[in-house]
């Protein structure tokens, strides 16, 4: 059973999310804080945060920033901002995805179960195991990408990864040089229709830099002005 985290400082806003989440048999932690929401991650393994922003103690960007130093546990933020900026920061800091309240409940679960699809989950730990995960590799210069594991090493050393940077990396990365438009990457990612306005790709495409291209000293991923996006190897 999935364990997930929800992180709000309206106790009716937890319980009516844990309420659905619980109908679709997924098991419920509760925190009302930031501060709270860490010793719940501290003493069991948590599949999925639900993070609010405007918190007391603690806010949920500087939750999610402190989250990310040590863990890649898929977050799903959501706010009542609805400025694209806001939006922008917390994609920027690590979220996976940002939903605007007052929000759809049936929604909410359709991206819960999204990215819990994107995550990863499995873990090889038998000689059997090991073999299908070699099958699973993807070398793209300096860059091997594990589907099975959900990981991606630099030249040996390991990027920590969202859920969806993964998926854009992991799409590119399967055809080095072919020019991929926000467009694209958002649909094949998010599978959701894409608007004009949205800068989610963007955001997106500036953390995988900020990763990878720090890590290699040089650009891999080149913006073809007007058009999109490309791997370069």
Not at 186 to 202: A, D, G, I, L, P
Not at 222 to 229: C, D, I
Request: proline share 4%; aromatic share 8%.
């Amino acid at each position: 059973m999935r364990r997930l985290l929800i992180v709000d400082d309206d106790p009716d806003i937890v319980n009516l999310i844990a309420i659905y989440l619980q109908n679709e048999g997924y098991e419920v932690e509760k925190a009302f804080n930031g501060e709270e929401a860490f010793q719940v991650m501290e003493a069991q393994d948590v599949d999925l945060v639900i993070l609010d922003v405007m918190m007391p103690k603690m806010d949920g960007i500087e939750v999610t920033r402190r989250i990310r130093e040590v863990k890649d546990t898929p977050i799903l933020m959501v706010s009542a901002k609805a400025e694209d900026m806001d939006k922008i920061l917390g994609l920027m800091t690590g979220a996976d995805d940002y939903m605007i309240k007052p929000f759809n409940p049936l929604e909410l679960i359709a991206r819960v179960k999204s990215l819990l699809r994107r995550s990863y989950q499995y873990k090889p730990n038998s000689p059997a195991e090991e073999d299908e995960d070699h099958a699973h590799l993807l070398q793209c210069g300096p860059l091997t990408i594990n589907t099975a594991r959900h990981e991606v090493t630099v030249d040996g050393d390991v990027v920590s990864l969202t859920a969806k940077e993964f998926d854009i990396l992991h799409l590119m990365a399967q055809h080095p040089g072919r020019v991929y438009s926000a467009e694209n990457l958002f649909e094949h990612v998010w599978k959701e229709s894409y608007y004009s306005s949205n800068n989610t790709v963007m955001v997106h495409i500036s953390n995988l830099r900020d990763k990878i291209e720090k890590k290699l000293g040089y650009k891999m991923i080149h913006t073809v002005w007007g058009v999109g996006y490309k791997l370069e190897t």
